[in-house]
């Protein structure tokens, strides 16, 4: 039975897995979780599989995926029927031409093979379609006969392409995999995604990182495997018998160091790991790494505290390069918390958590399956929270509708940006972002209001646009991005009527928006629009919820506080001490006291559960000046 490492593939870490190993135990303290972020075999999980409780492994292949979840997917497979498949594909006897036959015959395999392979893959396809064999079958069988051709592949290792000879003789056995069984208390997670973004949703003690570093695309090295796995019979081109570019890393590419920043700053991690070789400077184009060791250090070092590790290693080449010197390193960061990378939200909303969430987020439990916001406002704390699921509610119903509406966008930003871009210019409203801003002569006369002086008459002309249509979200967001306090406010009529603010779309308001965007991709969000108390009634609560509340503050001064009294504050610990009996976690922020004002209901009711001092130092809107005379605190019911 073939093992998770008996594979060839380039970069494989098996055999330096002792070294990374002790450097991980000695320096990374403390730790439950790991993330693999670019898998490839899965050989390091594989190797630290004891170590931790909680595991993701992540890679963009087809193939590795499937690899994924035949070795660690914890569902039940029938062993016996397996071994039925193992007698019937080693005794097949393929006569007719198939797919594989056809394109990959006496090239990548001997012709008698290529048509076994490819009717074994066909049979297996047949019977996971007719549910003769479960999803954890279908993948064991699968990864199964990639080991098996693999190993017999008339190839150096990778399928870049074959080696021309004149006869190849049949080899091909059918084995199986051996899977992987996890104690009780471990989890594993398997993704195919853009580790960029995942990145983003994931919270783990451990980041391990191996990414490509040089231009051999992965997806194009091992085309055959992914071929065979995807099995949509794509039209091949070429001497090697690739089909079209998909999966195309940024790694690869020149701007792969941007790639990589990007994706440091994205991981939220206690440390990252990361290996690197040094062949940046061979001769050979295709294995020059695209990212230098001066810039690993740089963009790590902004993490956190980094060390490095060097160890002589003989390097992968297919017989091209010379390269003396060879060494491997690893790079461990101990995170600093004070360098998360937060995600503000692009509505910069009243009451707003961001500043507060490298606080509040080491407050929150753990693991959240379900994460219930009742009164989400513009949203900087689910933005910040990793959840399998997200309930999000307001009473507002503009906020709501801008939620929903940027939802649409959440595999189009581009789409998105040019649409705003088109109504500002449309306007005639600055853009610092994209370097459309005030005339230097305005800037002089009006050196702390000049962009309210300009916008004001283009921006007035939109607000009388939008309350002639007011379903046109778009419009709402850039009024309430160049309007007063980014706030959103209507009159008795329903109309729009905020003063212009003496602000434009500048790169903060940019990176806001692009970062809520690739934020809310692939997540599985609902937005609600109800009384918080109807949003919470209505909810089925499961083990794994968990419900933070930032509601009006009693004692504040803010606009949305005027609906907000103490009949309010009472229903709303009253209803968090029902879900406290039905066992479901909460958290809630509030004030105590604040410009001499008690909440003394507030403070006598949150005695009962645990109690963690915020330091926020407070600001209202309606006075813009820092109070010290305010306590704001974090109440849960729950143990962190």
């Known amino acids: 039975m073939f093992n998770i490492y008996n594979r060839r593939y380039t970069g494989n870490k098996r055999k330096l897995m002792d070294w990374i190993e002790t450097l991980i135990t000695k320096h990374c303290k403390g730790c439950k979780s790991f993330f693999d972020v670019f898998a490839g075999t899965g050989s390091v999980t594989n190797y ?256 956190g505290k980094t060390k490095v590790f060097e160890k002589p290693y003989k390097a992968f080449n297919a017989g091209k390069t010379n390269l003396n010197n060879h060494k491997e390193y690893v790079f461990i960061t101990e995170v600093e918390k004070n360098k998360e990378n937060l995600i503000r939200s692009p509505f910069f909303y009243v009451g707003d958590k961001y500043k507060l969430m490298p606080q509040l987020k080491e407050l929150f439990p753990q693991k959240i399956n379900r994460y219930i916001e009742p009164f989400v406002g513009g949203g900087s704390s689910f933005l910040n929270t990793v959840a399998d699921e997200y309930l999000l509610n307001d009473l507002n119903e503009s906020i709501i509708k801008l939620h929903k509406e940027f939802l649409k966008y959440r595999y189009k930003k581009d789409k998105l940006l040019k649409k705003l871009y088109e109504l500002i210019e449309n306007y005639n409203l600055t853009c610092s972002y994209k370097g459309i801003t005030v005339p230097e002569k305005l800037k002089k006369q009006y050196p702390k209001t000049y962009y309210a002086k300009y916008n004001k008459e283009a921006y007035y002309n939109l607000r009388a646009d939008y309350n002639l249509n007011k379903k046109d979200m778009l419009r709402l967001y850039l009024l309430l991005i160049y309007g007063f306090n980014h706030m959103i406010r209507f009159n008795s009529k329903n109309d729009f009527n905020l003063p212009v603010g003496n602000v434009d779309f500048n790169k903060n308001v940019y990176n806001a928006l692009i970062n809520y965007i690739t934020f809310i991709e692939n997540k599985n969000i609902i937005f609600y629009n109800k009384d918080y108390k109807k949003f919470i009634n209505d909810i089925e609560f499961k083990e794994g919820d968990f419900v933070f509340l930032d509601p009006p503050y009693l004692v504040s001064s803010c606009e949305y506080n005027k609906m907000w009294d103490d009949a309010k504050d009472k229903e709303l610990f009253d209803l968090l001490d029902e879900l406290n009996s039905k066992g479901v976690k909460f958290g809630i922020t509030n004030l105590i006291y604040h410009k001499g004002n008690t909440n003394h209901y507030f403070n006598q009711w949150c005695k009962k559960y645990k109690v963690y001092n915020i330091n926020s130092n407070y600001i209202s809107f309606n006075d813009n000046t820092i109070k010290n005379n305010s306590k704001e605190v974090y109440v849960t019911n729950y143990e962190k």
């Open 48 to 303: 630290l599989i004891e170590k931790y409780d909680d595991y993701v492994l992540n890679d963009f292949l087809y193939s590795n995926e499937i690899i994924f979840n035949g070795f660690f997917l914890q569902e039940d497979y029938d062993g016996e029927k397996l071994k039925k498949y193992f007698e019937k594909f080693n005794e097949l006897k393929a006569t007719d031409d198939n797919y594989v036959s056809i394109n990959f015959g006496d090239k990548y395999f001997s012709n008698n093979d290529a048509r076994v392979i490819g009717d074994i893959r066909q049979n297996i396809e047949d019977d996971y379609i007719n549910k003769k064999i479960n999803y954890k079958e279908y993948a064991i069988l699968i990864s199964s006969l990639l080991y098996s051709l693999d190993k017999i592949s008339n190839t150096v290792g990778h399928y870049e392409a074959y080696i021309k000879t004149d006869a190849i003789k049949d080899k091909f056995r059918f084995e199986l995999i051996k899977p992987i069984k996890l104690k009780e208390n471990q989890s594993i997670k398997i993704y195919r995604k853009d580790s960029n973004k995942l990145s983003k949703n994931i919270k783990t003690d451990i980041a391990f990182i191996d990414p490509p570093y040089n231009s051999r695309q992965y997806s194009r090295f091992y085309h055959v495997l992914e071929t065979i796995v995807k099995w949509d019979k794509p039209e091949l081109y070429g001497t090697a018998l690739k089909p079209k570019e998909e999966n195309m890393s940024e790694y690869c590419k020149s701007n792969a160091s941007k790639a990589f920043e990007e994706l440091i700053n994205n991981i939220n991690a206690k440390y990252i790991v990361v290996t690197y070789n040094n062949t940046y400077t061979s001769k050979s184009s295709s294995s020059q790494n695209k990212i230098s060791l001066e810039q690993i250090k740089e963009i790590l070092s902004k993490k």
